[in-house]
Structures are given as structure tokens and as C-alpha cells.
């Protein structure tokens, strides 16, 4: 990728939402329907957590708890981790390895305006994730790495110093002063 790319241009932006009273029945009911991984709860019409296919699984499934007396408050993840609609993918990216998640709310002035997946992500750059898990495995602090090897995404020549330059892996003769 060769250009920054800001979140809302890759983005789902009709991400699917549930009340925190609903049912976990009612959820898995509705993840099963709309074909997604996740759902975003609100609160007086504000995002307030998530709630994922895994959470349905381990938390209620897992522990023998009845869907149907089970609210979806009882077991989303809160508070949310977001981004800004405008930030750009690569720092999406990194929340999302250092955070070990595959799904980002999109926010913008407290209203949820979209969702970004690890699938969005690899549909437009194939290499972010596993290099942002990568770094994050290894404890690395990616706008301090030096001497990645690989492709300049500015002018595309294979250089074995690669540095992080606004969001970018740049070779020397790219890099800003």
C-alpha cells in the first residue's frame, strides 16, 4: 500500500447494533441472520460495548447459562476500544494486534459511525496485521523499529532499513527530515 489510508474509506458503515436488555438469544439470533462476528451495544442510543460470537460461546454456551435470561449487558466487553473515522488504518492496525482484537468500532463525536475488521484490513493490505502482530509479539514499539526489511511504501524500492515514517514503512531517501 503505497498511500495513507484513512479508516472510514475501508470501514463497514452500517455496523449492527443491539440494547444492552436485549437477550444473548436475541443476539445470537441476529448474528446468525445479518452473517457477522459482532455487535455493538448501546445504551440510550450510545455504543457502550461489544458483544462477539466468542462471547455467545464461552461466556453463556460454555457456562451453561440460558440465552434467554441472560442480557447482553451481562456479557459484552466495556468500555469500548474505538478510532476516529479519520485516523488511519495502519494505527488501526496497531490497536488492534496490541489489543489482541479482530473488530473496531468506528466513533466519531460519541456516535458510532461505523466497524472495521481484520478482513476490511487484509482486503486493502494483506501484510499490516500479521506485521503489526508481529511487533507486537515481539514486544518491538513499531515507530521505533529500524531496519525492517522490505518494499518502500512511498516509492516502492526493497530496502533492508526500513523505518516508520507518519504511519508509513519508508527506506532512507523517503523519510521526512
Known amino acids: 500500500m503505497k498511500a495513507r ?15 444492552a436488555e436485549a437477550t444473548v438469544a436475541e443476539a445470537a439470533a441476529l448474528i446468525r441472520d445479518k452473517r457477522i462476528g ?4 448501546t445504551e440510550d442510543g450510545r455504543p457502550t460495548g461489544i458483544v462477539t460470537e466468542r462471547d455467545i460461546v464461552t461466556k453463556v454456551a460454555a457456562a451453561d447459562r440460558s440465552s434467554k435470561a441472560t ?13 476516529h473515522p479519520h485516523q488511519e488504518v495502519a494505527e ?16 466519531k463525536e460519541g456516535q458510532l459511525v461505523g466497524m472495521l475488521t ?12 500479521e506485521v ?18 522490505g518494499h518502500c511504501e512511498a516509492c516502492g524500492v526493497y530496502s533492508t ?8 514503512l ?8
Open 5 to 19: 489510508v484513512p479508516v472510514v474509506e475501508i470501514m463497514s458503515a452500517s455496523p449492527v447494533t443491539i440494547p
Open 38 to 41: 459482532s455487535l455493538i451495544v
Open 71 to 83: 442480557t447482553v449487558k451481562e456479557i459484552m466487553t466495556a468500555p469500548l476500544v474505538a478510532i
Open 92 to 107: 488501526a492496525a496497531k490497536v488492534m494486534a496490541a489489543r489482541k482484537i479482530r473488530r473496531l468500532p468506528v466513533i
Open 118 to 129: 481484520e478482513n476490511d484490513i487484509i482486503r486493502v493490505w494483506p501484510q499490516l496485521i
Open 132 to 149: 503489526t502482530r508481529e511487533w507486537d509479539r515481539a514486544g518491538l514499539e513499531s515507530q521505533f523499529a529500524k531496519g525492517v526489511e
Open 161 to 168: 532499513n526500513l523505518v516508520w515514517d507518519r504511519n508509513l
Open 170 to 177: 519508508v527506506c532512507p531517501e523517503c523519510r521526512s527530515g
